[in-house]
């Protein structure tokens, strides 16, 4: 990796990202290099026993150098400058550990999740293991980022003993009313370690079964600008935003500083 490189996106993949509602895969580090990398995921943030986050998976950007650094690569930061301009907040995070035998999380997007107005944002999603179709790949419909689809609640009732196996007999989430959409449409990101994506808050997308016997771990990387209000005390005491690029003119964000 060379980190005087410039990862600006060109004018083409930014209107691809405008008519697709997602971009890439690009690459951040080769496979050889996240290998070191999945190894300190494994033994230095997924081992963690205090986080400030209640889950030791999501939003460790807050007390974990090593996934701070990894969500604000300048592969990733820079490219997300070129569609939502100088300034950046960095809100979430989460390291998506599919185990085998893990179901599909059905057709979805990000924005119903998110406590913030106007639901404006872009995820990275950055492949620390390969991805492919038959361990649990994430499938995007493309165009279907310009208009709110109706969520409804569903659980894994019917996978109950796979969730209990991982300690969590229910998972909650909310799915996407896709009728008006064309699933057959959807694009396969099949990525290899170091690979990453860049999709919209409103981009459908869903992740597929992992039918193998291997994990399969994944890191989201969730930035806004700061002119969005995040309710941070809707997601948990404790949360806050970094501001990973440019100013925040607005001071509507509850903010902190990167993790030492």
């Not at 083409?12 to 951040?28: A, H, I, N, S």
């Not at 007390?63 to 979430?92: K, N, Q």
Request: with cysteine; aromatic share 8%; glycine share 6%.
């Amino acid at each position: 990796m060379n980190d005087t490189e410039t990862y600006s996106l060109s004018a083409e993949q930014v209107r691809q990202f405008d008519k697709d509602g997602f971009v890439g895969p690009f690459t951040m580090c080769s496979p050889e290099e996240m290998a070191v990398i999945r190894e300190r995921v494994e033994n230095e943030v997924l081992t963690a026993t205090e986080t400030i986050s209640p889950d030791v998976r999501k939003d460790r950007y807050l007390d974990s150098r090593l996934v701070y650094d990894l969500c604000t690569h300048p592969a990733i930061r820079e490219r997300m400058v070129s569609l939502y301009g100088p300034d950046l907040l960095l809100f979430a995070s989460s390291l998506f550990v599919k185990e085998p035998n893990y179901p599909e999380f059905p057709w979805h997007c990000d924005g119903p999740y998110w406590p913030m107005q106007p639901k404006v944002g872009v995820t990275a999603w950055l492949a620390i293991d390969e991805a492919t179709m038959d361990n649990g790949c994430v499938s995007l419909i493309p165009g279907s980022h310009v208009e709110e689809l109706r969520h409804t609640p569903f659980g894994y009732d019917r996978m109950s003993d796979v969730r209990r196996r991982m300690g969590k007999t229910v998972i909650q989430g909310r799915k996407a009313d896709v009728s008006r959409l064309d699933p057959s449409s959807a694009v396969h990101m099949v990525v290899k370690p170091g690979q990453f994506f860049l999709f919209a808050h409103n981009t459908v997308h869903c992740a597929r079964p992992n039918r193998t016997t291997g994990r399969r771990t994944g890191l989201a990387t969730r930035v806004t600008v700061p002119q969005v209000r995040i309710r941070s005390d809707e997601i948990y005491q404790g949360h806050k935003s970094i501001l990973i690029e440019g100013e925040d003119r607005f001071g509507w964000n509850e903010l902190t500083s990167p993790p030492e």
